[in-house]
């Protein structure tokens, strides 16, 4: 808007303000011969005559007001001709209508150029796009067969990382390319509905552009689908790899397990040997029965063993569990009877 108020100065057209609100566009300036205006976000021009401006146009309409002929249809307002492909020479036979010359015309033609342009813009995207899904197709299948064949868990986790790469790349790409098919789609509503409030007046664009717009659909659909298909592959894969990740850690569990039963066993033996030396060094065992000591020394000694491992719960929840208490009460028993037992066989 700014560009194309200064081009009119520079041009030597000053316009006055002018604030009028239509159905479809706000009028912004004017003076007796040009109206400055807007449709949503873009600007237009309406001129009695040619004007010439330092900025480019988008699009050029020109509408002439003459004598209607055999070859001239009725719409709302009076009757109409189009005289070229491009539809940017229109004659009328009609009275000078606000409504029509300000708001709907600028409308119609401006949501036809963005419709125009979208379509366009989104049939070289989709180009683009397949062939870059042609070689994504490509890249997935050989990860795929690599996938099939891995069974290591860092290999499985650099193609996950792949797919991954491709899938987000292309879901980025994919709704870009949704959402100017829906705003195209938008357009030729918009299009539709002002061209019906006039009469049909480009009914064969409408019908043109419903036409482009669904050829843009199948490759929405065609995209979707590879789209779907990598994500499809990319769930695959995390399955697989979840399920190697638990093997191992079964694996690594059973071993750990195994260790921690060798740990046990080790640590019975050692408690076992050392506590019948320190007992033999300080009390008359051999005055007992092999048997009592032997039974005493085991249950003192499995004792101890369960003790670590309730002291470890101890410091780590920093809370004394009954299994702790009720631990450590046998073990002092334990300790009174391989005392007081062994000097009351010495005494016998």
């Known amino acids: 808007m700014d560009a194309v108020i200064e081009g009119l100065r520079s041009s030597g057209i000053n316009l006055k303000p002018k604030f009028e609100k239509y159905r479809y566009v706000e009028l912004i300036a004017a003076d007796n011969n040009l109206v400055l205006g807007r449709y949503e976000n873009v600007a237009f021009l309406f001129s009695k ?21 055999e ?17 940017t020479r229109i004659k009328l036979d009609v009275r000078f209508n606000k409504e029509l010359f300000y708001d709907l015309i600028p409308a119609l033609q401006i949501e036809m150029l963005r419709a125009d342009i979208l379509l366009n813009q989104c049939n070289l995207q989709a180009q683009a796009i397949s062939e870059e899904e042609s070689e994504i197709i490509k890249k997935v299948s050989v990860l795929s067969d690599s996938a099939k064949r891995s069974i290591e868990v860092s290999e499985l986790e650099h193609i996950l990382s792949e797919v991954s790469t491709f899938h987000v790349d292309f879901f980025r790409k994919f709704m870009h390319f949704k959402d100017v098919n829906e705003e195209i789609f938008s357009s030729i509503i918009k299009f539709e509905a002002i061209s019906r409030s006039m009469g049909d007046w480009f009914s064969e664009k409408v019908t043109e552009l419903r036409n482009s717009h669904e050829s843009l659909k199948y490759y929405e659909s065609k995209f979707e689908q590879t789209l779907n298909g990598v994500r ?3 769930s695959l894969l995390s399955l697989r790899l979840d399920m190697l990740r638990n093997r191992e850690y079964l694996e ?18 050692a408690v076992f040997y050392y506590t019948l030396k320190s007992w033999e060094y300080f009390m008359p065992v051999d005055k007992m029965p092999t048997y009592l000591s032997f039974l005493l020394l085991s249950i ?44 009351i066989f010495s005494k016998v």
Do not use: H, W
């Open 252 to 269: 690594l569990e059973r071993r750990t397990s195994s260790l921690q039963a060798a740990a046990v066993v080790i640590e019975f033996i």
């Open 71 to 87: 070859s001239f249809n009725e719409f709302k307002f009076g009757k109409f001709k189009i005289k070229d492909k491009d539809l």
């Open 232 to 234: 499809d592959l990319f």
């Open 49 to 69: 005559g040619d004007i010439e401006l330092t900025c480019d146009c988008l699009k050029k309409v020109i509408v002439e007001i003459t004598q209607a002929d």
């Open 300 to 343: 003192f000694t499995v004792s101890v063993v369960a003790y670590t491992e309730v002291l470890g719960e101890l410091i780590r929840e920093k809370k004394a569990s009954l299994q702790f208490v009720l631990i450590t009460i046998l073990i002092a028993i334990l300790l009174f009877l391989m005392y007081y037992v062994p000097v």
